[in-house]
């Protein structure tokens, strides 16, 4: 029914709509002045932008990241060293993958992250290897770490890397823990990709119906081929390997690249110039193909070399003074 107003009414109306206007408005301002300083940025710890070196490019789909002094129990890694790895990588790669959440790993790289305020997502690891301890810890870590940082620069979860190819778990333990890790994201109110990492080899059907994505370790160097059959050999094993049988379920090299230095595998050398000679022929032709791959690996491990062989030890792309052993193509990956 029409409303017949008087010139009274109209007035009053327009009065209190006038009042209306001018409480929402202020409600506004006030709410976004308390806002903005509840979400006033807490003291950076570097308040000048990161100075870009011009001879790195972010042309790495992805690159495996195992922070410095990282080993549990001995942990010496601090948020500084991590912030400043972040920096260097942050102009290499949208995305890092970690290996384990041992010695606060996970949570500096997040945080160097978060301060930084760069755009990499992560692949964090729990660390499986024969001892349930060891699980425990790091799955209480990975869930404490989720909380703390909410989800969004979270790529995967992987339970455990090559724990198969090191007979250290069953394949039903496996299982039913990365059924439990997906079954608690979900519980947080997160779905992020539930995964494993083993060799190309190890891969089968059966193994990948229990990833939200399928991720093999595919090495040309332990495969023995020449430097200059590299690339194509890794295209090639990942596609009839890892990518026909996960019939469109995601697939993702999660370990690809060349030693510098250590014993050679048949045709395989270590070498500087064999690494820059595999990083020209597969990182450019990886993104124009659209692989998604981890470089392996980020920095020199002299802990791998005292641990292992001086083979293991030496699969950086940056020395442990984060200084590129070789030049860097530029073929910006998103
Ligand atoms: C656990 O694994 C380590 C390293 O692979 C090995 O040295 C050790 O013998 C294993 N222990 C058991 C109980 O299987
Ligand atoms: C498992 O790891 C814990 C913590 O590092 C250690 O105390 C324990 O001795 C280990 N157990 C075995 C059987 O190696
Ligand atoms: C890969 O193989 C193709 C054809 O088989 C060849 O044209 C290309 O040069 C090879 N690439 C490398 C890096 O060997």
Wanted: charged residues 20%; neutral net charge; glycine residues 6%.
């Amino acid at each position: 029914m029409p409303f017949k107003s008087t010139h009274r009414v109209r007035n009053i109306s327009i009065a209190i709509a006038v009042i209306a206007v001018i409480a929402v408005a202020s409600g506004l301002i006030a709410y976004f002045v308390t806002r903005e300083n509840k979400s006033a940025p807490s003291p950076s710890p570097s308040p000048h932008p990161t100075p870009q070196n011009p001879n790195l490019h972010k042309s790495f789909w992805g690159i495996n990241y195992t922070p410095l002094n990282s080993q549990y129990p001995a942990c010496g890694s601090k948020q500084q060293d991590i912030t400043e790895d972040i920096k260097v990588l942050a102009q290499l790669t949208p995305r890092l993958r970690l290996y384990g959440m041992d010695c606060q790993q996970a949570e500096f790289t997040l945080q160097a992250i978060k301060d930084l305020k760069v755009d990499i997502k992560v692949i964090l690891t729990i660390w499986v290897d024969n001892n349930s301890t060891t699980y425990q810890r790091q799955s209480a870590d990975l869930f404490s770490t989720i909380q703390k940082f909410g989800p969004d620069q979270i790529y995967a979860v992987s339970v455990g890397n090559e724990a198969f190819f090191r007979k250290e778990i069953t394949h039903e333990d496996l299982y039913a823990r990365i059924a439990d890790v997906r079954q608690k994201l979900k519980g947080m109110g997160y779905e992020i990709p539930v995964t494993t990492s083993d060799l190309g080899s190890i891969y089968n059907p059966e193994l990948i119906s229990h990833l939200d994505l399928s991720m093999a370790n595919i090495h040309p160097y332990f495969a023995g081929t020449l430097v200059s059959d590299a690339a194509n050999w890794t295209f090639s094993y990942f596609q009839q390997n890892i990518v026909q049988p996960s019939q469109g379920k995601q697939s993702v090299i999660s370990e690809v690249g060349w030693p510098t230095k250590g014993d050679p595998d048949r045709g395989a050398v270590a070498s500087v110039p064999n690494l820059q000679y595999f990083v020209d022929s597969f990182l450019c032709e990886a993104n124009r193909r659209k692989v998604p791959y981890f470089w392996f690996e980020a920095i020199d491990g002299p802990w791998k070399t005292q641990q292992f062989t001086v083979l293991e030890g030496n699969w950086g792309l940056l020395t442990t003074d984060r200084q590129p052993k070789v030049k860097i193509p530029n073929c910006p990956v998103a």
